[in-house]
Structures are given as structure tokens and as C-alpha cells.
């Protein structure tokens, strides 16, 4: 499978409020990040635009979380 490259990365602060008592992120807090990344990128692409003037609007949006095991991110079991 081809790796793909990222030209463009935000780091966030989780809150104490996104993830649950087992520290899983709650799904529906992807789109918050989502939010935050499209303002930074658009910001960075086309800077000098007035967007009081211009808006973009998202028109559809979706989310697939993969989930994993353990063993598919590389940790070991402690009896092996």
C-alpha cells in the first residue's frame, strides 16, 4: 500500500471533555478537529482573502474510523 504524505498538519489539545473515562477519542469530536484543520489549511493556501466577503461551504463530510487491534499496531501480549 502507497504511504500517503501530508503537506499540511495542525497539533490539537484533546480536552478533558473529548475522550471517554478509557481515553478514546468521542467520535463525534473528529468533526470539531476536522473544523479547526479546514480553517488553518484554507488560512495557510489562500492567505490575503477576505473572508467576511468569501465563504466555503463544506457540503458533505464523512467519517471511517478503522478499528484495530492491538497485534495490527505493533504491541506485544506480556505472555509471548
Known amino acids: 500500500m502507497e504511504e500517503i504524505v501530508f503537506h499540511h498538519t495542525l497539533p490539537i489539545q484533546l480536552r478533558f471533555n473529548d475522550v471517554d473515562k478509557f481515553g ?3 467520535n463525534t469530536v473528529y468533526f470539531s478537529f ?3 484543520g ?3 489549511y484554507f488560512a495557510s493556501v489562500c492567505p490575503g ?3 467576511e466577503k468569501i465563504g466555503i461551504v463544506v457540503v ?3 467519517d ?3 478499528k484495530f487491534s492491538p497485534d495490527s499496531a505493533g504491541y ?3 505472555n509471548e
Do not use: A, G, S
Open 38 to 40: 479546514k480553517t488553518e
Open 64 to 66: 471511517r474510523h478503522q
Open 34 to 36: 476536522y473544523d479547526l
Open 24 to 26: 478514546h477519542v468521542n
Open 60 to 62: 458533505h463530510i464523512e
Open 49 to 51: 482573502v477576505d473572508w
Open 76 to 78: 506485544r501480549h506480556r
